[in-house]
């Protein structure tokens, strides 16, 4: 009897080490998210760069996953956060573009947050670095679920010193600057929120990268006997670039490879803090960034390569980023997925690992547990991804092999070289056709197959019918039933003090 019972019992253990699933289920995880700003596809050693080393980053993809295919909603700042926190397509949730000091709008109260989803299951949040989803108070971290938040507002470009606004300074001193002060704002709950740093100078940035870590790790370590998410939204490697003492002039690489070893640096004190309280089996840490480089700022960005194009466009080099997911003893270590799947997918499948129920409304993430613990028959659940940018422009739809574009304009340096200095140089526009690309034998997008795969040009169309229907497509001028509205300010809203020059 006792021999039945013990193979019985072992038999059970079995079947949950083969079903990982089932074992994350049953130990749900703390989160970090790690989010760096215009990081390149090519930007870090396990996606292909060699001018400078990313040791700590190297590590998590030996220990961990490495996604090759994974995108967010759109190819700029505010509208990819939207995405990633709510697990929306930016345009479902009204945020476009890249909100600034001078806006009105930002995340819709309405809104539940990845953080507000943790909260619900007992979970200490925390964000530190960018926001850049509304800077006034009603829109603050500390408003969509967040239990403390340290950081900036929105890009760390938007400031006097712009080198648009230098330039313009240059030749006339007394010309105006449509940027103003950048704060650094310091906000609980439970407090409110203070201004930390009025206006944040070049000697502050190059500690940022720096702060920011060590309030996250000082986080994980107040919460070693308690569930935790943090967002770590770094403002890196977002120009202008600024680095430490510790790792200027570090990579041999220029400043771009300073920085980028900083960010690496980070990753590492994440990883070591989260060992240091014993969370290393149970806790899930994945690194990405919200959307491809800044190819006209040159040196001071980084690659795509070998995909097409960057940052504001929706060709695969401004929206499909480098990904590592990282949780000891439930991501396979070491392994890799080339299925598709998206920042969106995050809230819906986080909500799964921690037991927490999903909100009412729509949403557009899928659960890609399967694809994070490498089932072995695991596919993309995307039978088609909507790529929106600007004004709501419909500009391609895709599933896991193809990707239909539509022709609309976009920019491009046409191969030529970007800016040195800091200092970026003008983009042309180009207009593209309709095309079909396929994406497993040509991730470049250089060979349009449109009459090669009409079933599938048929299958991609209907598609696109869907989300236009539903989320609207500028490009035909059509509004979609689903678009729920951003937050706005009224008279009666408390508004962020700034200081404008």
Not at 46 to 75: C, H, I, W
Request: glycine content about 8%; proline content about 7%; aromatic content about 10%.
């Amino acid at each position: 009897m006792l021999i039945r019972v013990l193979f019985a019992f072992s038999s059970v253990l079995m079947g949950l080490a083969a079903t990982p699933l089932l074992a994350a289920d049953a130990d749900p995880p703390n989160i970090v998210v790690i989010f760096i700003d215009d990081m390149g596809y090519a930007d870090i050693n396990p996606f292909g760069a060699t001018a400078y080393q990313t040791p700590n980053l190297n590590r998590m993809a030996k220990e961990g996953r490495v996604f090759r295919d994974f995108v967010v909603s759109s190819a700029v700042c505010s509208a990819s956060r939207s995405a990633l926190l709510t697990g929306c397509y930016h345009t479902r949730v009204g945020i476009r573009g890249a909100l600034g000091p001078k806006s009105n709008i930002g995340l819709n109260p309405d809104e539940t947050t990845l953080a507000e989803l943790c909260r619900s299951q007992g979970y200490a949040t925390a964000a530190f670095g960018k926001w850049h989803l509304g800077h006034h108070p009603k829109f603050l971290p500390t408003q969509h679920g967040f239990d403390e938040f340290y950081g900036i507002p929105y890009s760390n470009d938007m400031w006097p010193l712009h080198p648009a606004s230098v330039a313009k300074r240059a030749l006339d001193p007394k010309a105006p600057i449509p940027w103003a002060a950048l704060p650094m704002i310091e906000a609980t709950a439970k407090d409110g929120f203070r201004i930390a740093n009025a206006d944040i100078q070049p000697k502050d940035q190059e500690q940022m990268t720096k702060q920011f870590t060590q309030r996250a790790v000082n986080f994980i370590k107040r919460n070693a006997d308690h569930p935790f998410f943090v967002y770590l939204p770094h403002p890196m490697v977002h120009v202008p670039l600024y680095a430490s003492e510790d790792f200027r002039g570090k990579s041999g690489a220029g400043i771009f490879g300073d920085v980028v070893m900083e960010v690496d640096w980070s990753v590492g004190q994440i990883l070591n803090a989260v060992e240091d309280i014993g969370a290393e089996r149970n806790t899930l840490v994945i690194f990405t960034s919200d959307n491809g480089p800044w190819l006209s700022y040159g040196q001071h960005a980084g690659s795509s390569q070998p995909l097409r194009e960057g940052k504001g466009t929706m060709f695969e080099g401004g929206y499909r980023e480098p990904t590592v997911m990282w949780w000891k003893g439930k991501i396979p270590a070491g392994t890799e997925c080339d299925q598709l799947c998206s920042t969106i997918d995050l809230v819906p499948t986080i909500a799964k690992l921690i037991g927490a129920e999903l909100p009412n409304h729509q949403i557009d993430g899928k659960d890609i547990r399967s694809l994070m613990f490498g089932d072995a028959d695991a596919a993309s659940p995307h039978e088609a991804f909507y790529c929106y940018y600007g004004g709501g422009q419909l500009q391609a739809v895709r599933n896991d092999r193809f990707k239909l574009v539509f022709p609309h304009s976009y920019r491009t340096l046409n191969g030529n070289p970007g800016g040195i200095q800091g200092l970026p140089v003008s983009y042309k526009q180009a207009k593209v056709e309709l095309s079909l690309f396929d994406l497993d034998n040509d991730v470049s997008e250089t060979k349009n197959v449109i009459k090669d795969h009409p079933q599938v040009v048929k299958q991609l169309m209907t598609a696109a019918e869907t989300a236009r229907a539903d989320l609207g497509d500028s490009l035909q001028k059509r509004k979609g039933s689903g678009i729920r509205p951003a937050g706005k300010m009224t008279d009666k809203d408390e508004r962020l003090p700034l200081l404008w020059r």
